[in-house]
Each structure stands twice: as C-alpha cells, then as structure tokens.
C-alpha cells in the first residue's frame, strides 16, 4: 500500500517561510512526478509546484519567485520552501506522486495558514 505522508505545515506571519515535506512509502513502480497542490477555503485544489523524476519543474505564476520545489528520487521525497508567505497562500497543501503508468497517489494533508 503506498502512503504519502506531508509534514512542516503550520501558522507562519506574512512575509515568513515554512518548508514542506512529503515522504512516499509503499511499493511504488515508476515514479514519475511528484508535486504540490493546494485548496484554500471555496476555491478549487490547483497545482502550486510539481517536479519531473529528470528535474523540470513546473510552478504556479503566483508562486514563482518565492517557492522552490526539490525532490530526492532514491528516497521518494520531495520538498517545497516557500518563502515571502502571503495571506493568500493560506491553503491545505497536498502532496502527490504520478506513475509512469498513469497511477496517481495523493497524501492527506497539511495546513499553512498565513496570517499576523
């Protein structure tokens, strides 16, 4: 069975940084992208940052410049340092893991929460 787990969310003032952490464990076969999404109150889950198993990335406009996503491929963890926080980026920010076959694995959760 494969699990995702995120952990480094939390409450954090504008213009601060949290990290994120995302740890794969499971038998997983052909790992392809992993990222990060996010869902704020109302809104739809959207795409913040994902990274391919070769390294091309892929970011959100609104986060570009501020967040940085990386990734470990021999251990199946990636990370997300997100820097200059605004009020705006408060979400529950997900991790997830595609598969070169299609398969897709989401991990439940974690909250950041940007506010003085």
């Known amino acids: 069975q494969v699990q995702l787990v995120e952990s480094g969310g939390g409450l954090v003032q504008p213009g601060g940084s949290l990290r994120l952490s995302c740890a794969a464990s499971?038998?997983?076969?052909?790992?392809?992208?992993m990222g990060w999404y996010r869902q704020a109150p109302g809104k739809q889950r959207e795409l913040v940052a994902a990274?391919?198993?070769?390294?091309?990335?892929n970011y959100t406009d609104s986060v570009k410049g501020r967040f940085a996503i990386s990734r470990e491929n021999a251990k199946n963890t990636v990370s997300l340092q997100m820097n200059s926080l605004k009020p705006e980026d408060t979400a529950v920010y997900y991790c997830?893991?595609?598969?070169?076959?299609?398969?897709?694995?989401w991990g439940k959760g974690t909250l950041v929460t940007v506010s003085s």
């Open positions: 997830k893991l595609g598969t070169v076959s299609g398969m897709d694995y």
């Open positions: 499971g038998s997983i076969f052909g790992v392809n992208v």
């Open positions: 990274m391919s198993r070769g390294g091309r990335t």
